[in-house]
């Protein structure tokens, strides 16, 4: 069973609409997490952690289940430049052992 | 360098060649991260090294693959006797060992 598992879409929203992914990851174990956004095959970038609590930053909000072991990211009001794959990462209790989804591919549509 | 460095950029060998791809991680930062993406997207975890020792292996495929972090070096992923599913992205990635991962612009393995 993989550590994280990712539904790859692809997902297809228009200019201004809402858009949630989940992610779910398989070891309770599991201490940190983590959203990544990779345009075109180009390297992965941080786009924002996810706490316990839900945490915010502009249109993205990202929240963390433990009891059901699932993360989400909601983007609101989609822009154009949202369009690319977005990788969920969970960190292990060991530190410093990244496990990867396979990426959710967002295409916004004008 | 205030960058993770991968080269060469693109890389293409004939089945059966070896193929040698490099990292420079970020000054300071003792953690080295490999990973393979194919064209399904999938980031695959190969292996990571703590300063010059290995740190977890458990991705990589032990029979043609090997990797090298050594002082005063690049990293280097080798592979041996390439195949056509070796095909893929190569990324690098290096960490201070607070949880922040910086990737370097990877490294294209064409096998033809």
């Known amino acids: 069973r993989k550590e994280v598992e990712q539904d790859p879409g692809p997902f297809n929203v228009p200019e201004g609409a809402t858009v949630a992914f989940n992610c779910t990851y398989s070891n309770s174990a599991s201490q940190s997490f983590f959203w990544y956004r990779q345009d075109c095959r180009k390297e992965p970038k941080l786009l924002m952690s996810v706490y316990s609590s839900g945490n915010e930053d502009g249109r993205f909000t990202a929240q963390l289940n433990r009891a059901s072991q699932y993360i989400s990211l909601l983007i609101r009001d989609s822009k154009l430049s949202d369009s690319a794959t977005y990788l969920c990462v969970v960190i292990l209790n060991t530190g410093n052992q990244f496990y990867f989804g396979t990426g959710t591919s967002l295409t916004v549509i004008p | 360098g205030e960058e993770v460095a991968q080269t060469p950029k693109h890389l293409v060998r004939g089945e059966g060649q070896k193929a040698k791809l490099y990292c420079a991680p970020i000054?300071?930062?003792?953690?080295v991260f490999w990973y393979q993406q194919v064209l399904k997207n999938e980031f695959k975890f190969l292996i990571s090294f703590q300063n010059e020792n290995v740190f977890d292996e458990t991705g990589m495929p032990k029979e043609r693959f090997s990797a090298k972090c050594l002082p005063n070096s690049p990293c280097s992923l080798e592979i041996q006797a390439t195949k056509l599913e070796d095909s893929a992205v190569y990324f690098c990635?290096?960490?201070?060992?607070?949880?922040?991962?910086?990737f370097g612009s990877g490294t294209q393995l064409s096998v033809l």
């Open positions: 000054k300071g930062h003792s953690y």
């Open positions: 990635a290096s960490s201070q060992g607070d949880e922040k991962l910086f």
